[in-house]
């Protein structure tokens, strides 16, 4: 008879020979009034980390249950942790750990057990953690400056304070049944099950350092992340879409800092491609993509960072001067929209390069001068009658600049470049 346990703990690994032994010996040095079992499952590994973990195993037949695999399943897109352990649960609770990560307080489980006991509202439990530098040695605290206490929501999205160590998750089984498809497109698993967790309760974080995390080990994900370019930028282009579908199951509960994660996912892929080609061409590109791909949800971010990234491409002089061509083929007039800084710095541009422009425009004259650096400065009402000829490059901040777009557009403006 299959006896049910108060906690089980999740071990996954591959080629972990160097860690494994401190990683079984954290869970088993766990004290308290709560029965565990372990569950280890190890990816095929190449080294003698599925014979340290069968001698463990041989050693505690009645703690300690391995899941072992004579071919790789991550690199066939399975998730271990979704695929092959939670099926195997027969606790009340998870926790989960990594086989180069390691448990150094014997507490850790019972404190943890005892607030989800005492707290039914709370669905995850996190604490902090060591991050040791397996290439310098050096050691940081894995999370900074945050005190003991629910996450907020925006702790929840963007991590300001550090992202909760896996090694860390303490939560209610009955909280992982029936997991969203959109679960299995992301390439890690962590920040989607605490997203979930998220709307299953509160997560709770505890202001201790409770476990060691070993940061790019050889072989491991962050590893290969930073290693490999195509890897990361898949990535990136995954955890978008994944963030897109769980701000819809999440009824835009977390709308705001979803967005800004949005933003800084973008911004990230734009800077490894225009690092990689250095080519507005490319930049147009992955902005169409994108904003296609995503049903124009996040078209004024992409527009923000369109905007952003022309100064550091190669080709940006050829871009304003093609569009000062365009105009003066179709007899138009090219107007510098803003009078600020920005507006001032780029018409510096347009001078260096010998090229001409016709005017600054502004919304309302009255907080300008009529003339700036030596043109007519013009309220934009002025050119109503002269819409086909008018040609606007919008040179302000980026708040400024998306109510500038609005504008034109809706009094019937389309030659706008940003």
């Not at 967005?259 to 800084?264: A, H």
């Not at 309302?364 to 030596?374: A, H, T, V």
Request: proline letters at 2%; aromatic letters at 14%.
């Amino acid at each position: 008879m299959v006896k049910d346990v108060d906690i089980s703990i999740l071990c996954v690994t591959y080629n972990h020979e160097n860690y494994i032994r401190k990683t079984l010996e954290g869970f088993l040095q766990q004290k308290g009034n709560f029965s565990y079992e372990i569950i280890v499952h190890d990816d095929a590994s190449t080294d003698g980390t599925t014979d340290i973990l069968k001698e463990y195993q041989k050693k505690y037949p009645d703690i300690i249950r391995l899941v072992l695999q004579t071919e790789n399943q991550y690199s066939q897109k399975k998730k271990i942790l979704f695929d092959f352990l939670f099926p195997e649960v027969r606790g009340k609770y998870i926790a989960i750990c990594e086989g180069d990560d390691e448990w150094i307080y014997e507490g850790k489980l019972q404190r943890q057990f005892l607030r989800m006991e005492e707290y039914p509202e709370v669905s995850l439990c996190i604490h902090n953690a060591l991050r040791i530098d397996a290439r310098t040695g050096e050691s940081v605290l894995h999370i900074q400056g945050m005190d003991s206490g629910n996450l907020s929501d925006e702790e929840i999205i963007l991590c300001k304070h550090g992202r909760a160590p896996t090694a860390s998750f303490f939560l209610r089984t009955k909280n992982i049944k029936n997991l969203p498809k959109y679960f299995y497109e992301v390439p890690v698993g962590d920040d989607p099950l605490k997203h979930h967790c998220a709307l299953k309760g509160q997560i709770y974080y505890m202001n201790e350092v409770w476990c060691i995390r070993n940061f790019m080990c050889e072989g491991s994900w962050n590893k290969r992340f930073q290693g490999n370019e195509a890897y990361s930028l898949d990535y990136f282009d995954k955890f978008a879409q994944y963030l897109w579908k769980y701000n819809q199951v999440s009824k835009e509960r977390f709308e705001k800092y979803i967005s800004e994660y949005q933003r800084t996912l973008f911004t990230l892929n734009l800077k490894k491609l225009v690092q990689k080609n250095n080519r507005i061409v490319v930049v147009e590109k992955f902005i169409q993509q994108k904003n296609k791909q995503y049903e124009q949800q996040y078209e004024d971010i992409l527009d923000e960072l369109e905007f952003a990234f022309f100064p550091k491409c190669i080709d940006y002089y050829d871009k304003v001067k093609e569009f000062i061509d365009r105009a003066k083929g179709h007899k138009g007039y090219i107007y510098i929209y803003g009078a600020g800084s920005i507006a001032r710095q780029n018409a510096e541009k347009i001078r260096e390069w010998g090229l001409e422009f016709d005017g600054f425009v502004v919304s309302d004259i009255k907080y300008n001068e009529p003339m700036y650096m030596d043109h007519n400065v013009q309220e934009i009402r002025n050119l109503l009658n002269e819409k086909q000829s008018s040609y606007f490059w919008l040179c302000m901040n980026e708040s400024n600049k998306r109510e500038a777009r609005v504008l034109l557009r809706k009094l019937g403006f389309t030659n706008i470049m940003y």
